[in-house]
């Protein structure tokens, strides 16, 4: 690569430009990454907590749907499951951290009272509602993690992106570059050691003839 | 916009999301899981009014690569995965791995696996 540059003053400056703009955005890139591994520390931990509390709902919840298939049969839960009117809905808004863009999720008729869920409070028993409850509960905790876990997802991908962006000018971009600039200092250098031993030679030269028209002057002299 | 939740897997797993309210479900047989489950999840992923996908962690065996991939790397909808642990999804595991290059979820592991050995 550093051949392909042909070896000026001015290219020489260019290569150094782009070394300084290079090392200052190296940096830069550098402290966001960091920084990025700071904030998803901290998430880390949040979703850690979320996913055994997730795990927990999830078990709980099983066991009390299990509780009320054994107890009033599988068609009663199924019927109960049919009957429903009122489904949960999501928005999601977003924040942004270190310049990712994170959702926050927020969920609306998750948790319902008796008359909302649609079936009979008679036709059905306490195991069914209980079971509704505990599922009700694992869909806020399954909202959190969703919320926890796409913010980590996008960090991941943005400390990935910069990562690589720190590498390529670390290990290709600056290695390029100081090996162009290295060339034309050299190229330089061999130029001007070119020029000086010329400008040498030219200078014998000239000496050289001056002599000589100065010996030939003095031998005309003598002759005369 | 508001958005719904939706589940994918057995009719066992799903009931109980439904009694919760969730009408979109993708109600696959346990035996047909290898067969129809990618197809379920492709629907779910095409779905724009679906924000949150919800599967059991051991379903996820029965998608095929791609589809594994796309479920791991989706961020609309985010699926979440229930019934693998404390630990979470494998996808995220790797993912963490990779960009940060040491596991962070590691610990946990680590430290049952020494109880574990230390009782014994």
């Keep these: 690569m550093a051949q392909d540059i042909k070896p000026t003053r001015k290219n020489l400056m260019e290569i150094e430009d782009r070394i300084d703009l290079s090392e200052r955005g190296h940096d830069t890139l550098e402290q966001k990454r960091d920084g990025l591994i700071m904030e ?17 709902d999830y078990e709980t919840a099983q066991q009390k749907i299990n509780m009320a298939r054994a107890m009033e049969g599988d068609v009663a839960v199924s019927g109960a499951a049919a009957a429903l009117e009122e489904y949960p809905e999501i928005t999601v808004e977003s924040m ?73 000018l670390e290990f290709k971009l600056l290695p390029e570059l100081h090996e162009g600039k290295e060339y034309i200092d050299q190229k330089l250098e061999e130029k001007e050691r070119e020029e000086m031993f010329r400008m040498k ?8 003839q001056e002599e000589a028209a100065d010996e030939a002057a003095a031998a005309e002299s003598t002759g005369a | 916009m508001s958005q719904e939740i939706a589940v994918i897997g057995s009719p066992a797993f799903t ?36 924000g949150i996908a919800v599967m059991h962690d051991d379903d996820l065996a029965h998608l095929s690569r791609g589809v594994r991939q796309s479920v791991e790397a989706s961020v609309e909808p985010t699926f979440v995965t229930i019934g693998g642990g404390a630990s979470g999804a494998s996808g995220l ?22 109880d574990t050995e230390a009782g014994d």
């Excluded at chain 1, 505990?134 to 796409?150: G, K, N, Q, R």
């Excluded at chain 1, 030679?201 to 050289?208: L, M, Q, R, S, Y």
């Design chain 1, 40 to 56: 998803f520390m901290d998430i880390l931990d949040q979703s850690q907590d979320v996913r055994s509390g997730l795990e927990g």
């Design chain 2, 15 to 50: 009931t109980g999301f439904q009694l919760a309210g969730v009408r979109k479900v993708e109600n696959v047989a346990d035996d047909e899981k290898d067969d129809d489950l990618d197809a379920a999840v492709e629907a779910v992923l095409a779905d724009e009014d679906v």
């Design chain 1, 96 to 168: 942004n951290i270190m310049g990712v863009v994170v959702p926050q999720i927020e969920s609306t008729k998750v948790k319902k009272s008796f008359d909302k869920r649609g079936y009979g409070i008679l036709g059905t028993s306490a195991r069914i509602d209980e079971a509704a409850d505990a599922y009700e509960e694992l869909l806020e905790s399954i909202v959190l993690a969703a919320e926890v876990e796409t913010a980590m997802k996008k960090m991941l991908t943005e400390i990935e992106t910069t990562k690589r962006r720190v590498n390529a």
């Design chain 2, 93 to 114: 595991r790797d993912q963490i791995k990779r960009a940060i290059g040491i596991d962070l979820m590691d610990d946990d592991d680590d430290a049952s696996a020494a």
């Design chain 1, 201 to 208: 030679k030219v200078k014998d030269k000239k000496e050289a």
